[in-house]
């Protein structure tokens, strides 16, 4: 069975930093587009980051743009997103999707309009002013 965990949600203070770590299994790593979402209480919810395989062509969401960084590790088959200076509107479930490396989803362009087949529970990050 896939599995995708994500872990590292935190309680902390605006400008304050935080890593999420995402770990998935039960599927071959290298051949999926990795991702992260966000979704606060009321709102949309909301590409933030993505990768594609090879990790060489990243999507950032422009409130989040030169904040956070996305990385994976595909021997570990984990998927990170650092966070710096983090604000109170940054406040959100935090999720973890991957997506198959498919000509469908290549045709879609950037990786953020790409079908995401599986996806983990969330993590909580809570950020106060």
């Known amino acids: 069975q896939v599995q995708v965990v994500e872990s590292g949600g935190d309680l902390v203070q605006a400008g304050e930093s935080l890593r999420l770590s995402c770990t998935a299994s039960?599927?071959?790593?290298?051949?999926?587009?990795m991702a992260w979402f966000r979704q606060a209480p009321g709102k949309e919810r909301e590409g933030v980051s993505c990768?594609?395989?090879?990790?060489?062509?990243?999507y950032y969401a422009e409130s989040v743009k030169g904040r956070f960084t996305i990385s994976r590790d595909n021997a570990k088959n984990t998927l990170y997103l650092q966070m710096n200076s983090l604000k109170p509107e940054d406040t959100a479930m935090y999720y973890c999707?991957?997506?198959?490396?498919?000509?469908?989803?290549?045709?879609?362009?950037?990786?953020?309009?790409?079908?995401?087949?599986?996806w983990g529970q969330g993590t909580q990050v809570t950020v106060s002013s």
């Open positions: 999707a991957a997506a198959r490396m498919t000509l469908t989803n290549a045709n879609k362009g950037l990786c953020v309009r790409w079908e995401y087949a599986y």
């Open positions: 990768v594609p395989s090879r990790g060489v062509v990243t």
């Open positions: 039960g599927l071959t790593f290298a051949n999926y587009a």
